[in-house]
């Protein structure tokens, strides 16, 4: 009788293993063939394979392009710097003009000239 139970015992089990089995399997196939797409291909022009595996539209992404035109602001900064230059000129030449002695004397000699003087 003890080997009966468990021939029983064990055929109950293989029974629900291949039980589990085939429902897994089962599962599986129509899981798969639920899939609407699995590559790009397989979708229509314009569409693409997402990844749940269904087709979805492309987006069309706008973007405004606009160019610069730096030519004025070029132009503006060129007569800043050379009007920058005409100054600059203008006012070291004048400093050169006032006093021509002054330009030969080192830089520490003018000021011990002012402490002696008064």
Not at 30 to 49: A, L, P, T, W
Not at 94 to 106: D, T, V, Y
Request: proline content about 6%; charged content about 20%.
């Amino acid at each position: 009788m003890r080997n009966y139970c468990n021939k029983r015992a064990e055929a109950l089990t293989a029974a629900v293993l291949i039980t589990l089995i085939i429902a897994v399997f089962l599962g599986w196939l129509i899981n798969f063939n639920s899939k609407e797409c699995r590559s790009n291909s397989q979708c229509q022009s314009g569409y693409y394979c997402g990844s749940d595996f269904s087709c979805h539209e492309m987006p069309v992404i706008e973007r405004t392009l606009r160019e610069n035109n730096l030519l004025v602001p070029s132009i503006i900064m060129g007569v800043a710097i050379v009007a920058a230059a005409f100054i600059l000129r203008a006012k070291n030449s004048s400093r050169n003009n006032k006093s021509p002695e002054r330009s030969h004397m080192p830089p520490s000699e003018p000021n011990e000239a002012r402490l002696k003087a008064p």
